[in-house]
């Protein structure tokens, strides 16, 4: 299947695995990337420059097609080096970085002077317009059912593909509730040229994840993810657990008077416990309510296949059908 978004990153599906602490280490790029998507490596969960250009170096190994690398732009009194990232990713001869958070207008010269394509990461239209304006390559438009951080606008991607298709003029992918072919027909129906995953991906034999996280995703349905950080205007979508429940019975509690501190316990570092050790109720984590469709542990090269599979058939047999009804 050609799109704009496989020719602009020179891949064989529209599919792109998004960014994810923890879970976007080399193995889980490649898998993807040898697939036909396009994998990517999470920049900050690697933790130094030093790190990620390791962890590139051993992606590098792994496959031979392109992947990317995600970096996400947070504020922050000491913010990462992101000098250093942007190095390892230009030495490392990357050639699509997955920008997110705070406008990565600062760090597109260097990104592009390099020959690399820069996909930006938005929940809104009026941020994938600046994306757009500032000179990124693409955007990945996140709706309000998606894992991880959803914007403030509550704007589902049935309302938002179309509305970023009325106004963008460059390609866009749909992420959040993204799992199947029907997913992929759905966006390319609505305007988008693609879509990302990122729970989906996670359960996947290759996801280099603990076990009991696979089978939490596999056992939840669509109404076991819970918003999180709304008072704080930080808000996350997060699997159900214990430490999700508290978290919420503190939000209750403190009403307008919640800091960040208040929550620290259920939020601050508590991923390599929940991805590496699998103590699932460590703290929150991001969850999409994607995990609704999620009913199985295939290979990344299974679903796929799969995913281009059903597509074809959706296009090919059910739409065409109605064509000629």
Same mark, same amino acid.
């Given at each position: 299947?050609?799109?704009? &978004?496989?020719?602009?990153?020179?891949?064989?599906?529209?599919?792109?695995?998004?960014?994810?602490?923890?879970?976007?280490?080399?193995?889980?790029?490649?898998?993807?990337?040898?697939?036909?998507?396009?994998?990517?490596?999470?920049?900050?969960?690697?933790?130094?420059?030093?790190?990620?250009?390791?962890?590139?170096?051993?992606?590098?190994?792994?496959?031979?097609?392109?992947?990317?690398?995600?970096?996400?732009?947070?504020?922050?009194?000491?913010?990462?080096?992101?000098?250093?990232?942007?190095?390892?990713?230009?030495?490392?001869?990357?050639?699509?970085?997955?920008?997110?958070?705070?406008?990565?207008?600062?760090?597109?010269?260097?990104?592009?002077?390099?020959?690399?394509?820069?996909?930006?990461?938005?929940?809104?239209?009026?941020?994938?317009?600046?994306?757009?304006?500032?000179?990124?390559?693409?955007?990945?438009?996140?709706?309000?059912e998606c894992g991880g951080h959803p914007g403030e606008d509550?704007?589902?991607?049935?309302?938002?593909?179309?509305?970023?298709?009325?106004?963008?003029?460059?390609?866009?992918?749909?992420?959040?509730?993204?799992?199947?072919?029907?997913?992929?027909?759905?966006?390319?129906?609505?305007?988008?040229?693609?879509?990302?995953?990122?729970?989906?991906?996670?359960?996947?034999?290759?996801?280099?994840?603990?076990?009991?996280?696979?089978?939490?995703?596999?056992?939840?349905?669509?109404?076991?993810?819970?918003?999180?950080?709304?008072?704080?205007?930080?808000?996350?979508?997060?699997?159900?657990?214990?430490?999700?429940?508290?978290?919420?019975e503190k939000e209750k509690a403190l009403g307008s008077n919640?800091?960040?501190?208040?929550?620290?316990?259920?939020?601050?570092?508590?991923?390599?416990?929940?991805?590496?050790?699998?103590?699932?109720?460590?703290?929150a984590w991001s969850c999409g309510m994607v995990a609704g469709? &999620?009913?199985?542990?295939?290979?990344?090269?299974?679903?796929?296949?799969?995913?281009?599979?059903?597509?074809?058939?959706? &296009?090919?047999?059910?739409?065409?059908?109605?064509?000629?009804?």
């Amino acid at each position: 299947m050609k799109t704009k &978004i496989t020719e602009l990153f020179g891949i064989e599906h529209p599919i792109i695995q998004g960014g994810m602490h923890f879970v976007g280490f080399a193995e889980m790029a490649a898998a993807v990337s040898e697939a036909g998507g396009l994998g990517i490596i999470t920049g900050l969960t690697q933790g130094t420059p030093e790190k990620l250009a390791n962890e590139i170096r051993r992606c590098h190994e792994m496959t031979k097609k392109p992947f990317g690398v995600n970096l996400t732009f947070l504020p922050s009194v000491t913010p990462p080096d992101y000098p250093g990232y942007i190095r390892a990713i230009v030495e490392g001869g990357i050639k699509v970085v997955e920008t997110a958070g705070n406008n990565p207008q600062k760090w597109l010269p260097a990104l592009k002077d390099a020959g690399i394509k820069v996909i930006h990461k938005c929940t809104s239209v009026r941020h994938s317009l600046k994306a757009e304006s500032i000179g990124c390559d693409a955007v990945s438009v996140d709706g309000f059912e998606c894992g991880g951080h959803p914007g403030e606008d509550d704007v589902p991607n049935f309302i938002l593909l179309p509305r970023a298709a009325e106004e963008l003029k460059i390609p866009f992918v749909a992420s959040g509730g993204m799992a199947d072919g029907r997913s992929l027909v759905a966006a390319l129906s609505l305007g988008a040229e693609g879509m990302n995953m990122g729970t989906r991906f996670m359960a996947t034999k290759e996801a280099p994840i603990h076990d009991h996280v696979k089978q939490a995703l596999v056992a939840a349905s669509e109404l076991d993810t819970r918003l999180v950080m709304r008072p704080l205007r930080n808000t996350e979508r997060v699997l159900k657990n214990a430490a999700v429940d508290r978290l919420l019975e503190k939000e209750k509690a403190l009403g307008s008077n919640l800091k960040f501190e208040d929550i620290l316990p259920e939020v601050a570092g508590v991923y390599p416990k929940i991805m590496k050790e699998g103590a699932m109720d460590a703290g929150a984590w991001s969850c999409g309510m994607v995990a609704g469709l &999620i009913h199985d542990v295939p290979t990344v090269k299974e679903l796929i296949d799969r995913i281009m599979s059903e597509a074809d058939g959706i &296009i090919g047999r059910r739409l065409a059908g109605f064509a000629k009804a």
